[in-house]
């Protein structure tokens, strides 16, 4: 339902942002397909959710507090966001990142092309109309958002606290969450890389590694948060992707959440530009490949754990070959789905400028 | 302290688990050491982790294994003397040899160069079935019985041998075994000549059990209408049933016990009076066939593992009733509610990973609540490599049980390839367990007059279980190298790829402006 609704939200943005480019009259509207509705179908059928639920995992639980953080910050409800992002920092570490596309949604407001456009646009009709022009970066929500994540944490602190004061307090429910997700700890085999990794890497280099790794995540924060600051919520989207690529226990359900999230943007890219664009759009290339992929690894992978584990017969790298194919789907997955973002904003940009397209394209 | 090596599994169907013997020196196979302190709490650990290395470098053995946490535990109420001082570790994988006897030899005055320790032929005790040297260590600081602070080491050699005669004739012997005829000099191939002279007394023990002295009796009647208490009469090698090649200088008889109404005798030799010219040897020869078989603990323990497949399993314990139990049962079966007490110790390394939330117990095969039969439970749940998983219980079983078992259930972990032993794709040693049965006590007293021979020591009726080798997942050894690199790859490859599609439009962007 969240899910829905934020792509409700982002779709009226969208709008709104073509119809300040005067694109309207270009783009057949009815073509928009309802993206929100059709990414909360895929999510909720998605075979990985199915079976996470069936395991009695507590990961819908996290997607769902992302997924609340991020639709508060669309709506513009700041103390909804406020809980939503404290609460899914608590409840798995990685989802810290999304305070970057927070505040940027807070701050410019949901998905839009880039203010360069804007101001190219208008510069060439020479007509300079303010209210058409999407609000600037404004402060003020920002630091509102502040004031609430600091009582919403305040207070999860507090009650942390007290129900754990006996079995050694804040430090120790640090240590044993967030230490074991930043220390990889339990070897024991998941669908990611890292316990075979730290399984058989020696113990002199055992702590670069994980520095290393867990650096990984955060560096490239930076350079996405440059690149797309304009679509804060596909970056929020992007963000995830990679946590769950790259976090030290990933499961199946991470990778239903951000598959569904890619293509909710996939969906909205498929809006036509028009005649004037050829079909190529914005649609990913290997779509069928990586379907094909998520397929044949979601088979496989189960049963060179049985041949493993339970029969003796095979091998762990069996099963880790089929953790690292899923490893590499993901990250042709993500990096497919920021260049079609990309050259979306390329196809507005031409669109706008009308200049021919250029050579690499 | 105590201090053991075993070699081989006390063999408790045949020889027994009731006496002081079996219950004192029958012990788990490997090393065990148990230690009780007089320090502080917090200063404890550190003063094990010394005794282990002291007698690691004592004994040629790798009892510094126990220094880490994972390997020794605290248990609260197993063992009597105990209050959270006492520290309990087993290596259940030592293998004991000459190397670890020689330095126990040592500590005797005249090691084996002179006195009853001549005796030990390395070949004829290792070719046993079981073999156990024990040190046990108490000091008696306080001086509160009339001695002198000091320290009282006790040295204990128990060895199961087989002599020549009965292993030719081995075709049939199932369960009762028909007693054989042996000497010293059969078995040991040498003789005793002579005491060691800084030994202030050096005397060698016969004991025949209560039970083989009903048996006897039981003969004796049946062949002669004579008086009893041949056995001890002087003219004791007139004895129809069996015949002595040396005489003892005293005989003992155990102090009715309560529990039989039958009575152990002991013969006493003492070696004074041997020497260099007239050796010791003590041989036994049967005229009559005697089928006998040791006493029995009131319920026998077993241990084993179900489950398949490398992920989990369970772990039951198996009470069962011996034959011996009905004696036990008869004097208390005045009151119908009489109840057995049975406790269990047991540790389990972290990388097994018990859930203690599913023990369940069954009584005569039909399962029961646990806190019907459970009186007592103590559980320390494992930390993964930090300490084992420590578990006591009290049991109360009814008298008149048949069988009993535990099972829980466990989760197997996964482990750095450092941490595996050389032979991995052994498994892994689960220690043994220890039940004990507080109601009964095994000791024999033995009165002379006006001195006490035995030391009568309370000790429980003690038992172990057999070790459990539980095999693990293994990652493959041969390629530390091989994985480091592939993972490194794939995260190059999300980075370079990822960097790269950000980038190239930035150029792109740059250039088209500049064209403007």
Redesign the interface.
């Known amino acids: 339902m969240l899910i829905r609704a934020t792509g409700q939200n982002l779709r009226l943005a969208y709008l709104r942002s073509l119809e300040s480019l005067d694109l309207v009259k270009q783009i057949d509207v009815s073509e928009f397909l309802f993206s929100g509705d059709i990414a909360a179908l895929i999510y909720l059928c998605n075979p990985f959710t199915i079976v996470a639920c069936v395991g009695l995992s507590t990961s819908p639980i996290e997607n769902m507090a992302v997924v609340l953080c991020l639709y508060g910050a669309c709506s513009r409800l700041i103390p909804l966001a406020a809980f939503g992002w404290v609460i899914a920092t608590h409840l798995s570490l990685y989802p810290a990142i999304l305070i970057i596309p927070v505040i940027f949604l807070l701050g410019c407001g949901p998905d839009s092309p880039p203010r360069k456009l804007f101001l190219q646009r208008h510069q060439q009709k020479e007509v300079l109309n303010q209210s058409k022009l999407p609000p600037g970066f404004s402060w003020g929500p920002i630091i509102h958002f502040a004031f609430w994540a600091f009582l919403w944490s305040v207070y999860v602190l507090v009650l942390c606290g007290i129900s754990l004061k006996q079995f050694g307090g804040l430090w120790e429910m640090f240590k044993s969450t967030y230490g074991f997700i930043l220390t990889v700890e339990d070897l024991s085999p998941n669908i990611g890389v890292l316990w075979y990794f730290f399984a058989e890497v020696f113990e002199f280099f055992r702590n670069f590694f994980l520095i290393v790794f867990h650096v990984n995540i955060l560096f490239m924060i930076l350079p996405l948060a440059i690149r797309l600051r304009h679509r804060p919520c596909y970056l929020a989207f992007v963000y995830v992707a990679i946590c769950s690529m790259l976090k030290s226990y990933p499961s199946f359900e991470c990778t239903s959440f951000n598959d569904v999230s890619l293509l909710e943007m996939r969906a909205l890219n498929i809006a036509r530009l028009g005649s004037h664009c050829i079909t190529y759009a914005c649609n990913m290339q290997f779509s069928l490949f990586l379907f094909c992929g998520y397929v044949g690894v979601s088979l496989l992978s189960p049963v060179m754990h049985n041949l493993w584990i339970w029969r003796g017969t095979g091998n762990a790298n069996f099963y880790f070959t089929t953790a690292m194919v899923y490893a590499c789907l993901q990250i042709v997955l993500v990096v497919e789905g920021v260049s079609a973002m990309l050259n979306h904003d390329r196809k507005l940009r031409i669109l706008i400028t009308g200049k021919p397209q250029d050579a690499k394209s | 302290m105590e201090l053991s090596f075993t070699q081989g599994r006390w063999n408790y169907e045949s020889w027994g688990g009731f006496d002081p013997i079996p219950s004192s020196n029958a012990k788990p196979p490997g090393v065990e050491l148990w230690a009780v302190f007089d320090a502080p709490q917090h200063l404890i650990d550190a003063l094990w982790k010394n005794l282990t290395h002291t007698l690691s470098g004592l004994f040629c053995a790798s009892i510094n294994f126990l220094e880490s946490s994972t390997a020794y535990s605290a248990p609260e109420w197993s063992f009597p003397p105990a209050s959270g001082k006492l520290r309990y570790g087993t290596l259940p994988r030592e293998a004991v040899c000459t190397e670890n006897l020689t330095p126990w030899l040592k500590l005797l005055p005249c090691r084996d160069k002179a006195g009853i320790s001549m005796l030990l032929d390395r070949p004829s005790i290792y070719r046993g079935f079981y073999h156990s040297q024990r040190l046990h260590l108490t000091s008696t600081g306080s001086g509160s019985e009339g001695m002198d602070p000091g320290i009282i080491l006790e040295q204990t050699l128990t060895v199961v041998l087989q002599p020549d005669s009965q292993r030719a004739s081995l075709a049939h012997a199932s369960e009762k075994h028909i007693q054989p005829s042996w000497s010293l000099s059969s078995i040991f191939g040498k003789q005793i000549s002579g005491r060691c002279v800084l030994a202030e007394t050096s005397n060698v023990y016969f004991l025949l059990d209560r039970g083989l002295v009903a048996e006897l009796e039981h003969i004796h009647k049946e062949n002669e209408k004579s008086e009893e208490n041949v056995l001890i009469s002087e003219k004791f090698w007139n004895n129809p049933s069996f015949e002595l090649s040396a005489k003892p200088d005293r005989i003992f008889i155990e102090e009715s016990s309560l529990l039989s109404k039958n009575a152990s005798v002991l013969y006493k030799f003492e070696i004074e009076k041997y020497g260099e010219s007239e050796p010791f040897d003590l041989g036994l020869f049967w005229k009559t066939p005697v089928v006998w078989l040791c006493q029995q603990a009131p319920l026998h323990a077993n241990r084993f593992l179900m489950g ?4 989990r399993g369970a772990i039951a314990i198996s009470l069962k009733s011996t034959q011996s139990s009905e004696g036990f049962m008869g004097s208390n079966s005045n009151d119908e509610r009489c109840e057995l007490r049975v406790d269990v110790f047991q540790v389990v390394p972290w990388y097994v990973k018990v859930y203690f939330h599913s023990l369940q117990v069954f009584v005569d095969q039909q399962p029961k609540a646990v806190s019907d039969i459970i009186e007592k439970i103590h559980v320390s749940p494992s930390k ?2 930090v300490s084992p998983g420590v578990m006591e219980l009290v049991l109360t079983l009814p008298c008149s049980v048949s069988s009993a078992v535990l099972t829980i259930e466990f989760d197997k ?6 941490e595996y032993p050389p032979d991995a794709n052994q498994g892994f040693d689960i220690p043994s367990a220890i039940v004990s049965f507080p109601d009964f006590h095994a000791r024999m007293v033995f009165l002379e007059n006006d001195s006490l021979n035995k030391s009568p020591e309370k000790s429980p009726v003690m038992s172990y279980t057999e070790v459990l080798l539980v095999p693990l ?4 050894f041969s ?2 190298y091989n ?2 690199t ?2 490194c790859t ?2 190059a ?3 370079g ?3 790269n ?2 980038r ?3 150029a ?1 962007e740059e250039r ?1 402006l500049k064209d403007k």
Not at chain 2, 308 to 311: A, V
Not at chain 2, 473 to 476: E, I, N, Q, S, V
Request: net charge negative; charged share 20%; aromatic share 14%.
């Open positions: 398949s497949g490398n992920e993964d490599k972990g996964f482990l750095h390839i450092d997942t293994t990652p493959d390629m530390p994985v480091i592939i993972t794939v995260f490859l999300y980075f790829s990822l960097l599609a950000l190239r439009r930035v792109e088209f």
